[in-house]
């Protein structure tokens, strides 16, 4: 029995289109390694026809009021919750992960997250008038920057498209987005029911590969590039867009650590940390990956961790039961697995290390304990499901641990002692700290990171702000 294989097709200028000369891109199951879809590998022609489309639709979209633009997203709210579980199928056949988890972790927010940047459209405004120079009035406006060039990645496809189109979409810019070359199916699907929506032009979908998105950065016509993706990734979309003085949005990688004092409930830690660091398969920038423990709570934790890794199952998208799917793909696959091979001989796997099954991109939940701070595993980015675990002495050296690193996206503490958390969230030099959790996020509130986890911000009325510009204009009062 084979397989039938979609044909998918970028959306530009309200119509779905093949790449101007035809080339395709297999795109594969990570679930059974098979083809299900074919995308187009688009190329300067279709990057020209996009930003054509996007640019020529920003001057009406612009123009229209806040309130047409708020009830355009939560008609995109509302017809994503009607079309929820064939998102759903979409998102699940691109990347593998449950339906059960895809359901209720994903479309709840995703939807919420469209409703906030609805809401705060209508608060794109600038500071009120004053005269701080005599007979001259001073306003300040807040205006959308332009054209928009979006990467999102394969992570979470369907999130990471929201949390890029919904504040520029907000402040009345136009969209060019592009997914992964290896999730592009979800992203085709939003276009179908977006395109109900708003005018043409407005929102496009590019699909290709990475130098798909290269052409988009360079091309002259957007004002801004936003990725979600790899440090190295991040770091040439910088050169890239510095050419032509872009601005640029770079939510890049992570590799958060978890500080467990002596003091903490050791139960509920084990419990959030593997929840947080096993969930989607770890593919997750702020996945709680590198576990610091204070050296006389350390053998218990370890204990306890590798217990629940060993009680966590990974498998098929319709097994109600597992934890995570497979990896996305299968460089990813060879990427986690090489960590384990190369691991020193003084770190130990706890439990976990190694491939599950013969099929599809499954790997086991890993704990590995026994490290030193200049480990690889340590000081590299293994976006898989594996969590590390040092062991810590006192507060300064866990602090030193836990910023010793090139990321800075996310960290956690784990203590009862609330001035501890309060000097911990002081002194982690990362873009959130957790105290006694470690994920949760909401629309209300940025996430971001510093150092080479990236710069600008997603959710909140700061990451709104990342898509406008800001104009001074003074008027003189007199006569």
Known sequence: MTTEVRRLRNYINGEFRDAADGRTIEVVSPVTEEVYATSPLSGRADVDAAMEAAAAAFPAWRDTTPAERQKALLKIADAFEERAEDLIAAESQNTGKPIGLTRSEEIPPMVDQIRFFAGAARLLEGRSAGEYMEGLTSIVRREPVGVCAQVAPWNYPMMMAVWKFAPALAAGNTVVIKPSDTTPASTVLMAEIIGQILPKGVFNV????????????EHPTPAMAS??????????????????VKRVHLELGGKAPCVVFEDADIAGAVAGISEAGFFNAGQDCTAATRVLVHESVHDEFVAALAEAAAGTRTGQPDDEDVAYGPLNNANQLKQVSGFIERLPAHAKVETGGHRVGDKGYFY?????????????????????PVITVQSFTDEKQAVTYANGVEYALASSVWT??????????????????WINTHIPL???MPHG?????????????????DYTRIKHVMTSIEG
């Open 227 to 244: 990725i979600t993706g790899s440090v190295r990734a991040g770091m040439q979309v910088a050169e890239s867009a510095a050419k032509d």
């Open 206 to 217: 590019l699909c290709g590969d990475r130098d798909t998105g290269r052409a988009m950065v």
């Open 364 to 384: 086991a939940p890993t704990v590995v304990s026994g490290l030193q701070q200049d480990d690889e595993i340590i000081q590299n980015e293994v976006f898989g």
């Open 416 to 433: 009862k002692d609330h001035s501890r958390a309060m000097r911990l969230s002081k002194n982690l030099d990362f873009g959130c700290v």
């Open 449 to 465: 990171g510093f150092k080479k986890s990236g710069y600008g911000k997603d959710l909140s009325a700061y990451g709104f702000e």
């Open 442 to 444: 909401v629309a209300e």
